[in-house]
């Protein structure tokens, strides 16, 4: 029977060591928090990869899968990388690999798919086991120099490899493809670029050192998404943002009118912002035109097939189509704002923010290190074969001498060596040199290929001496880059194009020329349901309610005016009559339209009139003057306007009309007092109107003292009493009042 296995004896004896809670948390969430920083969400500001993007490329680069070999399945790509460089789970490679090969995603694609690999609608990839993969040119660029000793290499996670710390990247990427990640408190967004923009501004930077970052916008006028579009950011902000290294992009969708028969037109998007899925956007435009909040839009459709066409059809041929537009840039994702944050890992190390011309730089210096590295491995190699040559050369010239050393020695390295004074390498390539290479003719390509290397070594030295000379290398290289990808290929033509952006749209205006203006009269009952009656209807008696519901007001109106509808909480809600719903039946809750808060009631609903003024007033008599115009809002939650403290309530608010205020409260007090006494505020608490011992407000009333002041009492007759004669009446506001005069209603009320 075998033997169990005896635990090891820990190196305390077993006790237990007391270690601080806030200690052990800082270390080990310090420790997770730099793990993400620098491997996994911040590319690296030199060749702008992140950790598993370098290893899906360098996997592939073992692979042999080079432009233009057979594809592989992504399964192998995905397994290999995983065994080998990033153990991290086969869907994450998997992703991370698609995205790359998506030219909705990557403005140049750094991996060539063959199969399912996603689209624009946001549909998934196939699986690894049905999609094939390969490098692309601009992938090849990347990895170029790298068996040259161009980088640094590692062990990767098991020791058993070596993986590259940084690419050589002879292809601008950080800012060409740009990157997208968060990690432990900060995150990068750096949009895609222009690659023979980028190239331009990069001769500049080498040809004068000390540009300013002005000078480098004249050649990097903004961002250039694979999925095109129209950006309409003003130019200040766009300096701005590169200066600093954050900012944002105003990004919108680009549409065109198309003609149709007998005047009809629409409007056919073909090619909407980056990051967007086609679908949701799509259905979110749908949900907004079921929910009647896009009034200027019929309908939309997707007649897409490879590329980009979204329909859309106008409520009204009379409507201009930029205002439709502008009504759907403002309520849908054609319009999106794509933020900045170059948030980049500098020298691969440093977490830091840099600017259009620090990420330039970086590139720039990590090309001259690969410039200096390989011409140093090539130097190695020159001076390595002109080494094997000139042993080569006395083979020739004591031809016979070498053959009979080789015959009669039993070591004839050492002898070789004594007789010729050659070197160890010498000695060993001859003796492993075939005897049908040593023709007359390979003398003579053996003397040119060594006068070559010779020219050839005096460059490399000279080059690695100048470092004049390797800017302006490094500038060849750049330019034959940008001519590789010229403005006039199909990759390199920009995409994303520039637009001022348009004035102002009153949107509400353009919404309310299309209804028609025709009278209504607006209904409201006792329990908040509200209806709009064609038509100006004098008698109301025949209207029926729901249940002991029964009619609260009534007021008449136009189908293209705004209703207010004033909360006991102080909130105003602005509703449509056009949306009202009709007379045919009995309505619909106000709160069904207006997010009413739990427990709150309607205290009045009224006509917006533009410049009107109102006086409202809390149940505890603090009130002030607040224009209409700042009662309207244009969202369900309202307006806030009168800012109660409870238990009291928003009780009254009239028109303003006349000089005058007469405050009447419950304990039956009237006071009248001067109108200008009370101020014109948006939104606040007010002033005390009335003092009251016991009670609160009860109604108010604005008039002209030169008219007097009158009410209706309870049998319908109306009393005035004249402003000579209200002098008893008359005080200053927050004063208490006198009982009111004779033939006052006793339910405290002026109507």
């Given amino acids: 029977m075998p033997k169990s296995p005896v635990p090891p004896t820990p190196q305390n004896g077993g006790g237990i060591d007391p270690v601080s809670l806030h200690e052990a948390l800082e270390e080990r969430y310090l420790a997770y928090a730099l793990s993400t920083i620098t491997g996994r969400a911040l590319p690296d500001a030199r060749d702008g990869l992140k950790p598993v993007h370098r290893r899906i490329l360098y996997g592939m680069q073992v692979l042999r899968l080079d432009p233009g070999t057979a594809f592989r399945k992504c399964a192998k790509i995905v397994g290999d990388v995983m065994g080998s460089f990033h153990p991290h789970g086969d869907q994450a490679i998997y992703d991370a690999l698609v995205r790359l090969a998506q030219d909705f995603s990557s ?32 992938a090849r660029l990347l990895l170029e120099g790298i068996e040259e000793n161009a980088i640094d290499f590692r062990d990767n996670y098991a020791g058993t490899e070596q993986e590259p710390i940084v690419l050589p990247a002879a292809f601008p990427n950080l800012l060409a493809n740009g990157a997208q990640g968060i990690a432990v408190g900060m995150a990068t967004s750096i949009p895609p670029h222009n690659v023979a923009e980028l190239c331009d501004a990069a001769l500049h930077l080498i040809a004068d050192h000390a540009a300013p970052d002005s000078d480098l916008l004249q050649f990097v006028q903004g961002p250039d998404f694979p999925t095109g579009g ?39 998007v073909t090619e909407i912002p980056y990051m967007v899925q086609k679908s949701r956007l799509i259905e979110k435009i749908a949900e907004l035109l079921n929910e009647k909040k896009l009034p200027l ?20 041929r009379a409507v201009a189509p930029s205002i439709m537009m502008e009504q759907l840039f403002r309520a849908t994702e054609l319009e999106t704002r794509f933020p900045m944050n170059m948030n980049v890992l500098v020298d691969g190390v440093v977490p830091r923010v840099v600017s259009l011309k620090e990420a330039l730089r970086q590139w720039l210096d990590h090309r001259r290190i690969v410039l200096v590295r390989r011409s140093k491995f090539r130097l190695e190699k020159i001076e390595h074969r002109l080494e094997v040559l000139a042993g080569m050369l006395i ?40 005897l049908r290479s040593l023709r007359r003719i390979e003398e003579m390509q053996l003397k040119r290929e060594h006068d070559a290397l010779e020219k050839e070594k005096l460059e490399v030295s000279g080059l690695i001496g100048d470092e004049t000379k390797q800017w302006k290398t490094i500038s060849a290289q750049i330019k034959a880059l940008r001519k590789t990808y010229a403005p006039e290929t199909a990759l390199g033509r920009r995409r994303t194009t520039f637009a001022d952006a348009p004035a102002a749209v009153d949107l509400e205006q353009a919404a309310a020329a299309l209804i028609e203006r025709e009278p209504v009269t607006i209904v409201v009952s006792e329990k908040g349901w509200i209806r709009a009656l064609k038509g100006h209807v004098a008698d109301l008696s025949s209207l029926q309610f ?8 009534s007021f008449l109106s136009e189908t293209t005016a705004k209703i207010i509808v004033f909360a006991t909480d102080g909130r105003a809600f602005t509703l449509e009559a056009a949306r009202l719903p009709g007379g045919r039946g009995q309505g619909e809750p106000i709160r069904v339209m207006a997010d009413l808060g739990e427990g709150e009631d309607i205290a009045a609903v009224f ?63 009237l006071l009248v007092f001067p109108l200008g006494q009370v101020p014109e505020m948006s939104r606040g608490k007010g ?14 009333k604005t008039f002209a003292l030169s008219d007097g002041l009158s009410w209706v009492d309870t049998a319908g007759r109306t009393f005035n009493v004249g402003g000579v004669d209200l002098r008893d009446w008359t005080g200053a506001r927050a004063e208490a009042g006198r009982l009111p005069p004779k033939g006052f209603p006793k339910v405290n009320k002026f109507t």
Avoid at 240 to 259: D, I, N, P, V
Wanted: no cysteine.
């Fill in 230 to 268: 129209i950006l309409v950011e003003p130019k200040a902000s766009i300096a701005e943002a590169y200066r600093t290294g954050r900012g944002s992009f105003r990004l919108r969708a680009r549409w065109s009118k198309e003609e149709g028969p007998r005047g009809a037109w629409v409007v056919v």
């Fill in 107 to 138: 403005r140049y694609p750094l991996v060539d798919g063959q199969g399912n690999f996603g689209n624009i609608d946001g549909d998934s990839a196939a699986a690894y086991r049905y999609t094939e993969a390969r490098m692309t040119d601009v």
């Fill in 395 to 434: 083979v020739f010239l004591h031809l016979d001498e070498v053959i009979r050393i080789i015959r009669e020695e039993d070591e004839p390295r050492p002898v070789l060596q004594t007789r010729f004074k050659l070197t160890e390498l010498q000695a060993n390539y001859i003796l492993d040199t075939r």
């Fill in 687 to 700: 002033v005390r109107l009335q003092r009251y011992k016991d009670g609160g407000l009860s109604d108010l």
């Fill in 607 to 669: 006509p917006y009139a533009p410049g009107q003024k109102m006086l409202v007033s809390a149940s505890d008599g603090r009130g002030f003057v607040v224009n209409q115009d700042d009662m309207i809002g244009g969202t369900r939650k309202g307006r806030q306007v009168l800012v109660t403290d409870k238990p009291a309530v928003a009780r009254v608010i009239v028109p303003v009309q006349g000089d005058h205020v007469a405050v009447i409260g419950e304990n039956r007090r």
């Fill in 297 to 316: 839009v019929a309908d939309i459709r997707d007649e897409s097939a490879e590329d980009v066409r979204v329909v859309i059809e106008p409520r009204n």
């Fill in 546 to 553: 729901k249940g002991d519901d029964k009619l609260r007001m």
